[in-house]
């Protein structure tokens, strides 16, 4: 029976002063900045450009990234705390910044050439610019084998046409990382990985989407035709596309179980304060058991939730296998979410249902973690896999 996969004798409970100091710093920011404007954000489906930009000059869009090229070189598990304090207050925000940490920045300086990391790498650290990774296409959502996005072979450069779809900063992005088919004869060793520059002729950003969450993120369709990509963005060696991206996503799954953490925190956070305050039958409700077991339950699976995305911080901090680890904290994180979200509602009663309490938008935002970078359905299938090795 193989073993699974747990926390390792040298992983401690006790965070280091780095790390609380990050924390802090995280929910200092999201309290002061991210705060006001939010619901007038999410209502207006306004991308918080300003707040973006200030998450860059704190460090926090390149958390990861090696100080040689702008980056706060700092461990996964500080990320995974700041990515928790964030996503209590502004998903859309966080979205945004585990995009361009977990995929764009980690992407290319995990499998880019130096002068990607020169040319790319050092804006995106600082947030001078932010990244999108476009995968997803109309046809190819979980099968993302099915690349109907082609990259022409030119000789010293890639012909890209196609559509991507459901796109992270898809208007505000200034480097896209791109995977699309080269070989079709070769199937998923056929893709590639391009950086594509926003503004490349041929190059066109599309509808913006009308979504039930995350309406502050703007998630856009993109369209290519005949779009010139040089040689020397390719990522990787030729047909190293389809590995590059299930690599990434890897990583990308610690930082959505770790908003997906965050949604659940700021819920149940919100739902204990209200419990104190609002009283029925001649005392405050959180004197009353059943509220106290919704409570209860909350505060155990959100702890449970980010044992595992510590874990699976831990362990690519490590450069252990992570791949079960984070499957199994985005399964789980993302799942936590919706319930501790839906039941805030419910403690919230009738208040629960309007905007200006905020819960009712944790929930709505807590659905996407269930959905994309792997599915709930994908993480099992990844899991499955690592257990039955």
């Known amino acids: 029976m193989a073993s699974s996969t ?27 900045e991210l705060l006001p404007g939010v619901i007038e954000r999410d209502e207006l489906q306004k991308f918080p450009a300003e707040q973006i930009k200030k998450m860059g000059e704190l460090g926090f869009m390149g958390m990861m990234v090696d100080p040689r090229y ?14 928790e304090e964030i996503s209590k207050i502004d998903a ?11 995929l764009v920045c980690w992407g290319i300086e995990k499998y880019g050439t130096e002068e990607q990391k020169q040319k790319y790498l050092t804006r995106l650290a600082t947030g001078e610019i932010i990244g999108a990774f476009c995968l997803s296409e109309p046809e190819a959502g979980s099968d993302a084998t099915s690349q109907k996005t082609t990259a022409q072979d ?10 991507k779809n459901w796109i992270t900063n898809g208007n505000s992005a200034s480097v896209y990382i791109v995977i699309a ?20 002729p041929g190059f066109v950003v599309g509808k913006k989407e009308n979504k039930l969450g995350i309406r502050g993120s703007d998630t856009h369709s993109l369209m290519f035709t005949d779009v010139k990509v040089p040689k ?8 190293f596309g389809f590995k590059f991206a299930m690599s990434t996503l890897n990583g990308g799954r610690i930082g959505i ?9 700021g819920a149940y956070e919100l739902s204990l304060k209200y419990s104190k305050e609002r009283k029925a039958f001649g005392k405050e409700i959180s004197q009353h058991q059943a509220i106290q077991f919704k409570l209860a339950e909350m505060a155990t699976n959100i702890d449970a939730a980010r044992l595992l995305c510590l874990q699976a911080a831990y362990l690519k901090d490590q450069h252990a296998d992570f791949t079960k680890a984070s499957a199994m904290a985005k399964l789980f994180a993302s799942k936590v979410a919706m319930e ?6 419910q403690i919230h009663g009738g208040y629960g249902y309007v905007k200006e309490y905020h819960v009712e938008r944790l929930m709505r935002d807590a659905k996407i973690t269930q959905i994309y970078e792997g599915t709930s359905e994908i993480q099992k299938i990844v899991i499955s896999r690592e257990i039955l090795k």
Do not use: C, W
């Not at 501790?340 to 509602?345: F, K, L, Q, R, S």
């Open 6 to 32: 747990v926390l390792t004798p040298g992983f401690s409970f006790q965070l280091t002063e780095e790390q609380l100091a990050v924390q802090a710093a995280a929910r200092e920011f999201a309290n002061s």
């Open 154 to 163: 030119m000789g010293d450069y890639y012909l890209l046409n196609g559509t």
């Open 257 to 265: 179980a770790a908003q997906a953490l965050g949604i659940a925190s």
């Open 340 to 345: 501790v979200t839906v039941e805030a509602v």
């Open 70 to 83: 702008n980056g706060g070189g700092m461990d996964s598990i500080s990320y995974v705390l700041a990515m």
């Open 181 to 200: 088919q080269t070989y079709p004869e070769k199937g998923h060793k056929g893709i590639n990985a391009l950086i594509v520059e926003k503004g490349t």
């Open 232 to 239: 020397e963005n390719r990522i990787g060696e030729d047909g």
């Open 92 to 102: 859309s925000a966080s979205v945004a910044m585990s995009v361009n940490n977990s």
